[in-house]
Nanobody
Framework: VQLQASGGGLVQAGGSLRLSCSAS????????MGWFRQVSGKEREFVAA???????YYADSVKGRFTISRDVGKKTVDLQMDSLKYEDTAVYYC??????????????????WGPGTLVTVSS
């Protein structure tokens, strides 16, 4: 599975951005799709995920502000980010895999990764 994320950029605090990840190869509908983020010098952090059943999961830090969605026909997964905060600044990565539920928030649960897109939130 090849993944490509887009939509990153610079936004003021309180603003919105929408990230999109397109997938090619593999059977998209059977994968859990996740978004992670990473700040230089820190570990990659779980942001959100959507399972094959369309059940969604969010990190506490983004719950109520971010929304993950997918289009199975187009093989895309989006992350709508609203009410952005300075601390949301990071490189955001799209991931695909078949993690068990207890491993869904861990990067090790995902076999496929996109190259990342930078989100910068100015305070």
């Amino acid at each position: 599975v090849q993944l490509q994320a887009s939509g990153g950029g610079l936004v003021q605090a309180g603003g919105s951005l929408r990230l999109s990840c397109s997938a090619s190869g593999g059977t998209f509908s059977r994968y859990t799709m996740g978004w992670f983020r990473q700040v230089s010098g820190k570990e990659r952090e779980f942001v959100a995920a959507i399972r094959w059943s369309a059940t969604t999961y969010y990190a506490d830090s983004v719950k109520g502000r971010f929304t993950i969605s997918r289009d199975v026909g187009k093989k895309t997964v989006d992350l709508q980010m609203d009410s952005l905060k300075y601390e949301d600044t990071a490189v955001y990565y799209c991931a695909a895999g078949t993690p068990i539920l207890s491993n869904l928030h861990q990067a090790a649960g995902y076999a496929y990764w996109g190259p990342g897109t930078l989100v910068t939130v100015s305070s």
